[in-house]
């Protein structure tokens, strides 16, 4: 056993010239990490190099030069999607929404990687194709079901991977390979194009090495897609600074084994301790009940949607356990989901009401690590134990992102938490993560930028922002000790932003972010008199931001009484 450190984007990207030889290397070394049975379908470098050049836009984009893994229940055009079950098998004419956006962003696809079969499981132990093994630990399971795409990426076969979550299907196997998985809020990420467990549930996710890593792979993937019916747009929220976390009562932490789990969670919430946050005792009971609805309850006839026919039809071709779990759905009818519908709320309520006391929660990833052996000992049971901090998130609708805990020693085993909060807390979990690790907030976000005129969401100017993948983060006001200025000319008309030491007054801007490989060409469409300057917020952060340079207020409206552009342009 020994542990396998994976580096950033920054770190391996490859120009797309020397990409053939790199592509040659991976193959190799996928071919010497067989017996891990993490790949279905494994392309050849010509392969992959075909793909990529059928997308020539993504030569200069933000992920050239990156590989990533595709979870086999996800499209790529012209190879068989199996969900691992080979009479299911299908070849799509076009990609899932989301690989096409890897595509058109550069990153080249290496295959499609073993799973849970049809994304039924938490284990990486329910595959014709094979019992996909820890990376780090063969004798240990990959959590599923997105099993194979933390194992390529753990093993340094891909830089990325994609999988889905539905139950935990992202979190489990990054907290069992010490990874970054990123659950975004349902809808935040269209799912055309992939083969459904739970619709209404079901969340693309990532695999990375690092949170900024994970924050730009949501700048690229994140956005309308008309052809998804799930798909929708979030408004972000941040949290305070410092923030609140949640943590378990100490009784609700079942830990199945004393060498694993309890000493790197005390040490997990000593590290929000140490970053600034407050950490305080809640009682997770709402929570792990409302889980317990995922299985025991109608959702469960929402797998029989996606794939019940086609297990009625071909019941030899589909894992015992699989079709096992999904013939529960006979057992709900209409007057049962109705049900199932009201305890959730009722369940959701009395969470939703312990959230609102925290910004976000913290809870371990898992609470064991189970062996192969054990899990085909007791398939079913060890399964669920294995969802107890993971069922729940997509039922209340909360953002999610698993970062593992730092090792304590070289030996140990992957340990991981997972920090949650409701939709749209998508950034401010990822800021959260990142300060949790010891990343660069920048590098985690993109670049936040401070706006307050034309620029800001529903102006004149906001689409230059929005077409460069701009995002809202939330409405505040700066400190005390600015000024507001009305220049002279337009349309439209432009505002300034000045420091003032003398003055009292808070203006109320926008905070968006913008993504890093996009800031240079926003900046060029931004006339003097305005410049770049920090602007401290009434947080007391500090952010990039508009501000007038030297001599701007030569024939300009001082507005500053009015408090801000909006309200300047209402009083008008």
């Known amino acids: 056993m020994g542990k396998i450190i994976g580096e950033s984007f920054e770190a391996v990207r490859a120009s797309t010239q020397l990409l053939g030889s790199r592509l040659q ?94 994304a039924t499981g938490l284990v990486g132990t329910r595959s014709p194709y094979g019992v996909c093994r820890n990376a780090i630990d063969p004798t240990r399971i990959s959590g599923g079901s997105s099993a194979g795409s933390a194992v390529a990426v753990t093993l340094g076969e891909a830089d990325f991977a994609l999988g889905t979550d539905t139950a935990g299907s992202g979190r489990i196997p990054a907290a069992f390979h010490g990874l970054v998985g990123l659950k975004p809020s349902r809808g935040l990420l269209p799912t055309t194009g992939v083969v459904p467990a739970c619709r209404s549930l079901d969340c693309i996710t990532t695999f990375t090495h690092t949170v900024a890593d994970a924050a730009q792979l949501l700048h690229t993937l994140a956005g309308p897609d008309d052809t998804d019916p799930m798909c929708r747009t979030l408004t972000p929220h941040m949290f305070p600074n410092p923030p609140t976390i949640g943590v378990p009562l100490d009784d609700q932490l079942a830990f199945a084994s004393p060498q694993w789990g309890p000493q790197a969670f005390r040490e997990a919430c000593d590290r929000l301790g140490a970053i600034g946050c407050t950490v305080v005792p809640v009682d997770i009971t709402p929570f792990v009940d409302a889980g317990a609805l995922l299985y025991e309850g109608p959702w469960v006839a929402e797998r029989a949607v996606a794939v019940g026919e086609f297990i009625a039809e071909h019941p030899d071709d589909v894992h015992p356990v699989t079709a096992s779990i999904i013939a529960n759905a006979s057992r709900f009818d209409a007057l049962a989901t ?36 054990e899990v085909l000992a007791e398939p079913v049971a060890v ?157 007391d952060r500090e952010y990039v931001g508009f501000i007038g340079a030297a001599g701007c207020e030569e024939g300009a409206q001082d507005i500053t009484g009015h408090g801000g552009w909006r309200h300047w342009l209402a009083a008008r």
């Not at 933000?62 to 969900?83: C, E, Y």
Request: hydrophobic share 40%.
């Open 25 to 118: 290397a991976l193959a190799s070394l996928s071919e010497r990490h067989g017996s891990h049975q993490h790949w279905i379908t494994r392309l050849t470098p010509a392969e992959s190099e075909a793909i990529r050049r059928d997308h020539p836009a993504g030569d200069d984009g933000p992920l050239a030069g990156l590989t990533f893994a595709i979870k086999d229940n996800i499209d790529l055009t012209g190879v068989p999607t199996t969900a691992a079950c080979p009479a299911y098998a299908y070849t799509p004419q076009r990609s899932a929404t989301v690989v096409e956006r890897l595509l058109n962003a550069g990153a080249t696809p290496l295959g499609k990687s073993n799973l849970d079969q049809f």
């Open 383 to 539: 399964n669920t134990a294995l969802g107890r901090f993971t069922n729940f998130m997509n039922l209340l609708d909360y953002a999610a992102i698993a970062v593992p805990v730092p090792p304590s020693t070289p030996s140990t085993l992957p340990f991981g938490i997972t920090l949650f909060a409701g939709a749209g807390s998508d950034h401010a979990l990822l800021e959260l993560a990142a300060r949790f690790r010891g990343e660069s907030w920048r590098a985690a976000r993109g670049y936040p930028l401070v706006l307050a005129g034309a620029h800001m969401d529903g102006l004149p100017l906001n689409h230059q922002i929005r077409s460069r993948g701009g995002r809202r983060l939330r409405t505040c006001r700066t400190a005390s000790g600015y000024r507001l200025l009305a220049l002279p000319g337009g349309p439209p008309e432009r505002p300034a932003l000045i420091a003032d030491p003398e003055s009292d007054a808070s203006i109320e801007v926008e905070l968006w972010d913008l993504p890093a490989q996009t800031i240079g060409s926003f900046l060029q469409q931004i006339p003097s008199p305005l410049g770049l300057g920090q602007v401290r917020l009434d947080d």
């Open 338 to 373: 109705f049900r199932g519908f009201d305890a959730l709320r009722a369940k959701g309520t009395a969470a939703d009401a312990i959230l609102r006391e925290v910004d976000a929660i913290m809870v371990p990833t898992a609470d064991r690590f189970p062996t192969v052996d």
